[in-house]
């Protein structure tokens, strides 16, 4: 088994190597514009082109006929690595294990923008997907050419180019000899037929999962460099706090440590990481703590007063004002989801090498190629200077602590000119990285006299989008003087729209201006805070006009595909009438009720198609809720790789849960209060439910993503579910067993 190969099969990456000369060192010429670099697995790589137009800026082919795919997605833990090397295999015609990637390197690899939104196969794998079959069918043109035989008479197999009797064969390094492929990017490329698929659509094993078993695979907690010094960074007192003294005598005794400053940003070193950490514990430090947070108990009053930047009225249809006055029935209810944190089970951690005005990054970041951009402003050189190496991290789930970390690295690096690894403690990694912010959702219904819905009101107060993702306000970026207000939170507008089709529909969403929380995008940003609330309402208007819940939905949804999913799941989780009611389970506690909750939801309301049922138990005697089953229909279009499809979902679900029931963050007037597992827990492995999942193919649909949309209908499934066991409607998440509790006893 030769290097890369024993790489691909295990997952692994190098833990340390020596590079000669700087990593940024290219070779280039006037035509192809090559680049040629070390990759993350320690292997020269060339890459022919770096235009987006032409083929070989997104795969080269080796004279042993090996293909490498230069991806500007990254594998966030998702699979996304397998699966599009499965759509490059299959368009080339070439074996799985003929294919490697290179992800998320900005110097190998083009930007394709962050990987986030459900989207690396959606776009960055439908790239890949046609640059592959632009280059099967020129090298097979080349051979019927070189042949002077019909195209349409060869065949491919394993990357192997043959006529009709087999007496003529080539393979694909054999004809390109080493040269580029030279051929442009077609973007209607005719794409392989479905029913010739030997690879799209299998569950092939995930290439990363033999060596996270084994132990093999390095994540980017485990990654060196020769000469590296360790590195943490000295956090302020809170957000608003400035750096008064700091008094480097407190560690001048401990052996080998140094301390680094740039204005409010502060940082020791040391040979070693316990060294760091000892150092970091030592060092005397003078912070003027200014209070930056709002009470915790007047959250949603401080969100409401705030600035509004702008409104956006994503539907606006019929007379809703109207309506509603004119309605026999009218339901008001109000929704609040709290900021969260992303709590990534491994902590931020990152390596960097500054040297001769150039730095290289290794990082876990969803964003090398936008990082890039803020890492040269922090460290005051060309963004050329910079390159951003991915290796793995534990988690993401948005932007979280990878980008704070990787830029720590970076301007520490440069102060102390030497190699630098910087790990975040955990109390780093909950106190400092950015949250979700929170979010208000005001509804108004209206029922006619045949109980039927006439209008439809509802007001969003979401947090303003500023500036683009390349403006991140990293930690390093702000603390060492530079200005940038800017903050990103994702298209949190999405999902504010409904799909049901109401006479009279009013949506309006105000942006509000807020400098307390640093927040960026996370897990389904704002669809899951919009869908929470416009489905669970759906169900107080079903509930007060006496209508099953399924049923209401498909009498006002018109989309056969939509209509797919609810029939698909009502059938998995056999769902009727009664179901909807609470229900008792033999064995139960007395104290113990049972409901079944549903929810529907096509994701951005222009691809992935999700309908959930779930049902929980809640103790009445502690108010304690636990989600016990959930069964999901999902059409995501063409799916590349189910059981890597199914591994989306179940994440994605399971952690839904756990922000629903379990998840609030916590502060004072300073600073993020819940920086561990204990005052930010999250759902253990005994209180996972069973999820079952029913996967509507759609081979001949472009694919789309499935990360970020089943959790989209956890939040006011569960509501639902609660509502339908208790009678109780609890409208503010986390459902705590104490709101549990005060909810039933005020409907006593």
Same mark, same amino acid.
């Given at each position: 088994m030769d290097r890369r190969a024993f790489l691909k099969q295990s997952g692994g990456l190098l833990v340390s190597f020596s590079l000669p000369g700087t990593l940024l060192a290219t070779s280039s010429n006037a035509l192809a514009q090559s680049v040629s670099a070390v990759d993350a697995a320690g292997q020269t790589v060339t890459r022919a082109s770096n235009a987006k137009g032409e083929v070989d800026a997104w795969l080269s082919i080796a004279p042993n006929s090996r293909v490498t795919v230069f991806s500007g997605k990254v594998d966030l833990g998702t699979g996304a690595r397998t699966a599009l090397a499965q759509m490059v295999a299959e368009e080339l015609d070439v074996a799985f294990t003929q294919v490697d990637l290179v992800m998320g390197d900005t110097l190998l690899t083009l930007d394709q923008g962050q990987t986030a939104g459900s989207l690396t196969i959606q776009d960055g794998g439908g790239t890949l997907r046609r640059a592959a079959a632009c280059a099967r069918r020129a090298l097979v043109s080349r051979a019927a050419s070189q042949w002077e035989i019909e195209p349409a008479t060869l065949t !491919? %197999?394993?990357?192997? @180019?043959?006529?009709?009797?087999?007496? /003529? %064969?080539?393979?694909?390094? +054999?004809?390109?000899?080493?040269?580029? @492929? #030279?051929?442009?990017?077609?973007?209607?490329?005719?794409?392989k037929d479905p029913a010739r698929h030997a690879l799209i659509g299998k569950s092939i094993q995930r290439v990363d999962i033999p060596g996270k078993v084994t132990g093999q695979f390095t994540f980017m907690q485990d990654f060196r460099v020769p000469g590296m010094l360790h590195a943490r960074v000295i956090r302020p007192a809170g957000p608003g706090a400035k750096l008064v003294s700091v008094d480097e005598a407190s560690v001048a005794q401990m052996a080998g440590v140094r301390v680094v400053r740039k204005q409010d940003f502060l940082a020791v070193l040391s040979p070693t990481e316990w060294g760091a950490i000892k150092a970091a514990r030592a060092l005397k430090v003078q912070w003027d703590d200014q209070p930056h947070f709002p009470e915790q108990a007047e959250l949603y009053q401080y969100w409401r007063k705030l600035p509004v930047a702008s409104v956006e009225t994503p539907a606006n249809k019929g007379d809703a004002a109207g309506a509603l006055a004119a309605a026999s029935k009218r339901v008001e209810a109000t929704y609040e989801f709290p900021p969260n944190t992303h709590g990534s089970i491994g902590p931020a951690c990152a390596v960097a +090498?500054? $040297?001769?005005? $150039?730095?290289?990054?290794?990082?876990?970041? &969803?964003?090398?190629?936008?990082? &890039?951009? #803020?890492?040269?402003?922090?460290?005051? !050189?060309?963004?050329?200077? !910079? /390159?951003?190496i991915y290796l793995d991290g534990a988690g993401c789930y948005g932007r979280n602590g990878h980008e704070d970390c990787s830029a720590d690295a970076a301007l520490v690096s440069q102060l102390a000119g030497a190699p630098v690894r910087v790990q975040w403690m955990r109390q780093d990694e909950h106190g400092w990285d950015p949250k979700s912010p929170p979010t208000v959702i005001d509804l108004k219904g209206g029922l006619d006299a045949q109980k039927r819905p006439v209008a439809w009101q509802s007001e969003f107060f979401a947090a303003a989008q500023k500036g683009s993702i390349a403006e991140f306000p990293l930690l390093a970026t702000v603390t060492s003087g530079i200005k940038r207000p800017a903050y990103v939170t994702g298209n949190i507008s999405k999902n504010a729209d409904i799909l049901y089709t109401l006479p009279n529909v009013s949506t309006k969403v105000n942006r509000v201006t807020d400098s307390a929380f640093r927040t960026a995008h996370l897990r389904s940003p704002g669809r899951l805070q919009n869908a929470f609330a416009n489905e669970a309402f759906f169900d107080e208007l079903a509930v007060a006009a006496g209508a099953d819940p399924l049923q209401w939905r498909l009498d006002y949804l018109p989309d056969p595909r939509a209509r797919a999913v609810l029939e698909d799941v009502a059938r998995l989780s056999k769902w009727n009438a009664r179901t909807a009611r609470a229900i008792r389970r033999k064995g139960d506690p007395r104290e113990v009720v049972r409901g079944r909750g549903l929810a529907f939801v096509r994701y951005d309301n222009d691809r992935t198609y999700v309908a959930t049922v779930l049902e929980l138990a809640v103790n009445r005697k502690t108010g304690q809720i636990r989600v016990t089953d959930v069964w999901c229909s999902h059409d995501c279009g063409q799916i590349i790789n189910p059981d890597g499809t199914r591994n989306q979902i179940e994440g994605g679900i399971i952690q839904t849960v756990s922000r629903v029931l379990m998840e609030e963050l916590h502060f004072d007037a300073h600073k993020v209060t819940s920086v561990d597992w204990s005052t930010y827990p999250i759902l253990r492995f005994p209180d996972v439910p069973n999820i079952h999942i029913s996967l509507i193919d759609r081979s001949e649909a472009p694919p789309w993503g499935a990360g970020e949309m089943a959790p989209a209908t956890i939040p006011a499934a569960i509501s639902n579910a609660v509502a339908a066991a208790t009678g109780v409607r609890l409208r503010t998440v986390p459902f705590l067993p104490e709101k549990m509790l005060a909810a039933m006893k005020r409907q006593a």
């Open positions: !491919v %197999r394993d990357g192997v @180019i043959a006529t009709a009797d087999n007496t /003529r %064969r080539v393979g694909y390094g +054999e004809l390109l000899a080493g040269k580029p @492929i #030279e051929v442009a990017l077609d973007p209607k490329v005719p794409l +090498e500054f $040297q001769n005005g $150039q730095c290289t990054i290794w990082s876990a970041a &969803q964003s090398t190629h936008s990082l &890039q951009s #803020e890492i040269a402003l922090t460290l005051g !050189v060309d963004k050329a200077k !910079v /390159r951003l």
